[in-house]
Nanobody, 124 residues
């Protein structure tokens, strides 16, 4: 059974850093592009970052570009999101997702599997 499990969320002050991890099981990880998405209270889920199957190609939302870095370790079936210079507006539930294609994707509707999410709260 395919499963994605996020970890690493928490409470941090503005300007701080967090590193999220997403461990995949039950799927051939290297066949999947991966993405991170977030949803704040009262808002729709939005794209944050995506990475292709090899880790060579990434893309980011404009709001996080230069502050967040997505990476993956196919040997560990894990994708990461390093978040630096955090802002209160980054507060949300962060979820990872997998789509069975080699290229990365910003399209939230196109993903096949989703994790439960991890809460990130940034205090001012």
């Amino acid at each position: 059974q395919e499963q994605l499990v996020e970890s690493g969320g928490g409470l941090v002050q503005a300007g701080g850093s967090l590193r999220l991890s997403c461990a995949a099981s039950g799927l051939t990880f290297s066949l999947y592009a991966m993405g991170w998405f977030r949803q704040a209270p009262g808002k729709e889920r939005e794209f944050v970052a995506t990475i292709d199957w090899s880790g060579a190609f990434t893309d980011y939302a404009n709001s996080v570009k230069g502050r967040f870095t997505i990476s993956r370790d196919n040997a560990k079936n894990t994708v990461y999101l390093q978040m630096n210079s955090l802002k209160p507006e980054d507060t949300a539930v962060y979820s990872c997702a997998a789509v069975k294609r080699f290229q990365n994707s910003k399209n939230v509707q196109g993903y096949d599997y989703w994790g439960q999410g991890t809460q990130v709260t940034v205090s001012s």
